[in-house]
């Protein structure tokens, strides 16, 4: 289950700070990474009672793809997979969205 390898992997890097309470941990993933937040959320709940997070929030910001144009060089955001530029070309390279970052833990 991909969500929960990610769940996995989060939880490591709050690990160091289970001495304190923590609020809440942010995340920020991007439109084009092929996560499903409600899920990634089923398993942060899923999980967080043995990893001694009982009363930590996940929290996921959504950060739109940004992709630039091979045609007419322009820099625009994607909001689907497989969406052409405004130009009608297909021929683009993302620049973001298929990240997946800790961006910051909440103590209480
Ligand atoms: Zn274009």
Redesign the pocket.
């Known amino acids: 289950m991909h969500e929960l390898s990610i769940v996995n992997a989060l939880l490591k890097h709050v690990q160091p700070y289970l001495n304190r309470k923590i609020k809440c941990i942010k995340i920020e993933v991007g439109s084009m990474s092929c996560i499903d937040p409600e899920r990634l959320i089923g398993c942060f709940d899923w999980v967080k009672a043995t990893a001694g997070l009982n009363d930590t929030q996940l929290i996921i910001d959504h950060h739109p793809a940004k992709a630039s ?1 091979q ?2 060089q ?1 820099v625009f955001t994607l909001t689907q997979l497989g969406q052409p ?3 009608g ?1 297909y021929d ?1 390279n993302l620049l973001s969205g298929q990240q997946l970052t800790l961006t910051e833990i909440e103590f209480a």
């Open positions: 144009c045609q007419c322009q530029c405004p130009c070309s683009y």
